[in-house]
């Protein structure tokens, strides 16, 4: 059913509070979406008033994800239990856990109204003070300079494209380039969209807190504990780039547990899904954004997948259910089958190599 036909939710009882009500219930609808699931049900048991309006607002929530951030809604449906959704705070991009909101409203009735629509890739909008590396509606993007000292650029970004003044791409010193990162006009140059230095169609990028590794190895331990109660994903993933020489020289760290993006849904498949993961460097951005390319043709309807790489699922002594062919937990009952079958690693012909939540 189209979003504007949806059927109007118990929340009308938000509607007709009127100045005898308790200053709350008054503000139900600007306070309560920025309560987590646990405090809503907790407000939810003091009135029928605040019951019905933290109804609406998790049917609202199941609607979205993304609290209208992206071009199409995010919703949840859930086959396997009662949960309506996951709940986490939604970043468009990569962000410094410094950078992370401790809240963010999402559910509200004003949302639904105003908007009446998404908002597009207008991340300007977005309550999160991170980074803003996607096109903004609101008017052109300020032109910076690269955040490395290249000496390029000046007065603008640090790209070599026709629509920028000056310069290369001021990574070459890095050697990035013959890495295999791909560098890209980004937010903080020049150019516009049409800019033929911004040819990558990625499917989603694997968004959330940019981690150091020690933080990453601390986080893992928490979330080892929590997952071994059974009822606890995590999304934390590791990327690492290889020089030609086989040695490590970057690990990146992206925990999309508390704070992610629609790629923190992204299941596992022992076959190597059909998704690839790829590092794209944007104009005037430190670090590499982790970024899903199709890596074959993909069916309407399919889900998305990919490798974790060392199969995290398998490690921590849980089932795969990624049902492919090739399947650990399938070989793992068949020896013969075992040594015979290749494990088809999409990163093995490239400089990356990740892994969800390897230590
Ligand atoms: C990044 S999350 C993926 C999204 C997760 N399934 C969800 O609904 O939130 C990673 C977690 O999903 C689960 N998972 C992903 N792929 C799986 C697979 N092939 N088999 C079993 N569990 C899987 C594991 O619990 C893993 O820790």
Not at 18 to 25: E, G, H, S, T
Not at 101 to 130: E, F, I, M, T
Not at 310 to 317: A, F
Not at 336 to 343: C, H, I, K, L, S
Request: glycine share 10%; aromatic share 6%.
């Amino acid at each position: 059913m189209p979003r504007g036909q949806q059927q109007e939710p118990p929340a009308a009882a938000a509607n007709k509070s009127n100045r005898k009500d308790p200053p709350l219930i008054q503000c139900a609808d600007l306070i309560l979406p920025w309560l987590t699931p646990r405090e809503l049900a907790n407000i939810s048991t003091t009135c029928k008033t605040l019951s019905e309006i933290s109804k609406s607002i998790t049917l609202r929530r199941t609607l979205d994800a993304s609290r209208f951030i992206e071009n199409h809604p995010v919703p949840f449906l859930n086959p396997n239990n009662q949960h309506p959704y996951a709940y986490f705070l939604y970043t468009p991009s990569q962000l410094l856990p410094s950078q992370s909101p401790l809240r963010q409203p999402w559910g509200s009735q004003l949302d639904r109204d105003s908007l009446g629509r998404h908002r597009g890739s207008s991340a300007c909008k977005l309550n999160v003070p991170g980074e803003v590396l996607r096109g903004c509606d609101s008017g052109p993007a300020t032109p910076r300079r690269g955040t490395f000292e290249s000496g390029k650029g000046v007065g603008g970004c640090d790209c070599d494209c026709e629509g920028c003044e000056e310069g290369g791409t001021g990574w070459e010193f890095l050697g990035l380039e013959e890495m295999g990162i791909m560098t890209e006009c980004g937010p903080g140059c020049g150019c516009g969209l049409e800019c033929s230095n911004r040819l990558s169609q990625f499917i989603c990028e694997y968004a959330g807190e940019l981690l150091t590794t020690e933080e990453a190895r601390k986080r893992q331990q928490i979330y080892d504990e929590l997952a071994s109660g059974g009822q606890f994903s995590s999304a934390l993933l590791v990327v690492r780039e290889h020089l030609p020489s086989g040695k490590a020289c970057l690990r990146i760290n992206i925990d999309a547990t508390r704070t992610g993006n629609v790629a923190r849904f992204i299941n596992h498949s022992c076959d190597g899904g059909n998704l690839a993961t790829v590092l794209v460097r944007h104009t005037g951005s430190l670090l590499p954004h982790l970024c899903f390319f199709a890596s074959r043709n993909i069916k309407e309807g399919e889900e998305l997948t990919f490798s974790y790489g060392d199969i995290r699922v398998r490690s921590k002594g849980l089932q795969c259910f990624c049902g492919s062919s090739c399947c650990f937990d399938a070989s793992a009952n068949n020896e013969q089958a075992n040594t015979e079958r290749e494990y088809k690693d999409p990163f093995r012909s490239s400089n990356f190599k990740s892994h969800i939540a390897n230590k």
